[in-house]
């Protein structure tokens, strides 16, 4: 019998998206580099300091743009609560960082797990299902119509340079008024609102890749002010991106 619970690390080579579908509950947390996750018509990137809770047996897409590691945990159904939804992307605390790593020790077995780690386990879930009540708002839409998944992939490309709608609609074949409409009809917002939810996410995979400062990635990301820029992550995130660095250092 396999155990209630168990944790695995894995490294991938740049992939393109593939379906992932299991049948136990899974915290997929990448430890270096970052995954794509897509579902529901949206998509979140996966840098180390953030973690996904996909429910069993809920479909996901999942793409490695980069080289990565993950470190990941299964629950099966009968020995944590269910997620509070298909699939949470939310921020790693200290807490629920450690608890993975010291789960680690524990693979797939048939030999049930001893006291300790059964103990340990059980709060990883707890905590991981806290976390995930309140999920990071920082997704962006991954689009239904072929033209506006091109323009989302067109201007995710293009955060760290000028980048002009107009131009993106010239490339989608769309008047920029029609491709705004499209923006409104499948996603809600407006590109500019999608722009600024791309260039917060990108900033968080280079707050978590490494110690660049704050104003170099500021421009990174396409800024060319550093107050416009923390006024832009904070109002995302609720901190600024100092905090933000300093929630998933030890």
Known sequence: MTRKAYSFVRSFPPEPARTLKVD??????????????????????LPP??????????????????????ASVLFDTGF?????????????????????????????SDEPLPAYAETLFAALGAVSRRLAERPS????????????????????QRLGGEIRFEDVADEVG??????????????????????????????????????????EIAF??????????NAAFRQLTSRTPTEYRASFRP
């Open 24 to 45: 136990r509950h899974y915290l997929l947390c990448a430890s270096a580099g970052a995954l794509r996750l897509e579902a529901q018509g949206q998509a979140w990137l």
């Open 220 to 229: 990174t990301v396409g800024y060319t002010s550093l107050s416009a820029f």
């Open 80 to 108: 944590t609560a269910a997620p509070p939804a298909p699939l949470t992307v939310f921020d790693l605390s200290p807490l629920a960082r450690a608890l993975v790593a010291e789960c680690g020790a524990w693979g797939e």
């Open 137 to 156: 708002p920082v997704v962006v839409p991954a689009g239904r119509s072929p033209e506006l998944r091109r323009a989302l992939r067109l201007t995710e």
């Open 174 to 215: 769309l008047a920029p008024r029609s491709l705004a409409r499209r923006f409104e009809d499948e996603t809600g917002m407006t590109w500019r609102a999608v722009l600024r939810r791309m260039r917060v996410l990108r900033a968080i995979e280079e707050l978590a890749a490494g110690d660049a400062p704050i104003t």
């Open 49 to 70: 300091a953030r973690a996904a809770l996909i429910e069993a047996g809920h479909e996901i897409q999942v793409s490695i743009p980069q080289p990565a590691t993950t």
